[in-house]
């Protein structure tokens, strides 16, 4: 939860700090603390689940964001990727 808090105040500090901390960096965390907390309660569930999972669902978040801020930038598509990779985190 303290890494979903951490992306999401990076997120929140748009105005204040550069792109690749709150939309990349913000967001990747986000996906990456839901995909922790998924991870616990399907240990606790007796299934668990591979312990790198959410490190490349990080991974594959930040650099679609960092492809869709920089190289060629547009909000609607990291609109749709975060729709997509927020629910996938939490399956």
């Known amino acids: ?4 808090a951490i ?3 990076m997120v929140a500090m748009r105005p204040m700090l550069p792109p690749i901390l ?4 913000g967001n990747a965390l986000v996906i990456a603390g839901q995909a922790v907390c998924s991870l616990a309660i399907c240990d606790f569930a007796g299934r668990p ?3 790198t999972f959410p490190i490349w669902l990080a991974a ?3 650099g679609i964001l ?3 801020t920089f190289a060629s930038p547009n909000i609607g598509i990291r609109v749709i ?4 990779l927020i629910p996938l985190s939490l399956l």
């Open 1 to 4: 939860m303290t890494v979903i």
């Open 7 to 9: 992306g999401t105040a």
């Open 22 to 25: 709150t939309v990349v960096t």
């Open 49 to 51: 689940l591979s312990m």
């Open 60 to 62: 594959f978040t930040a």
């Open 66 to 68: 960092a492809i869709f």
């Open 81 to 84: 990727v975060l729709s997509i």
